[in-house]
């Protein structure tokens, strides 16, 4: 089964900067979707960007648009989420998402990681 792994996180000053990526363990026939949620202490998660399978198209929660920028790389089977200008607001468990189909023949999934943790001081 393969699994989401994802890296990156860690302590930034607020105005910081950090960067995700999560990437499938094991080679896939074909990834869709892939996106990122977070979770903050007491909070449900919620939906932070995604981006499209050829890359050409992304989406962004009205509170990060004009400082995170989601990518990816293919052909590494790849999500990244660079965060710059960031705010304690923006600390909590962040988890990749990706609907993946594993061969040809099986039916597509949707696939978490296993969150990491980004925490901006004040």
């Known amino acids: 089964q393969v699994h989401l792994v994802e890296s990156g996180g860690g302590l930034a000053q607020t105005g910081g900067s950090l960067r995700l990526s999560c990437t499938a363990s094991?080679?896939?026939?074909?990834?869709?979707?892939m996106g990122w949620f977070r979770q903050a202490p007491g909070k449900d998660r919620e939906f932070v960007a995604s981006?499209?399978?050829?890359?050409?198209?992304?989406n962004y929660v009205d509170s990060v648009k004009g400082r995170f920028t989601i990518s990816r790389d293919n052909a590494k089977n790849t999500v990244y989420l660079q965060m710059n200008s960031l705010k304690p607001e923006d600390t909590a468990v962040y988890y990749c998402?990706?609907?993946?189909?594993?061969?040809?023949?099986?039916?597509?999934?949707?696939?978490w990681g296993q969150g990491t943790q980004v925490t901006v001081s004040s």
């Open positions: 998402n990706a609907v993946i189909q594993m061969s040809r023949e099986s039916l597509t999934r949707s696939y």
């Open positions: 094991e080679p896939t026939f074909y990834i869709y979707e």
């Open positions: 981006v499209s399978p050829n890359g050409g198209q992304t």
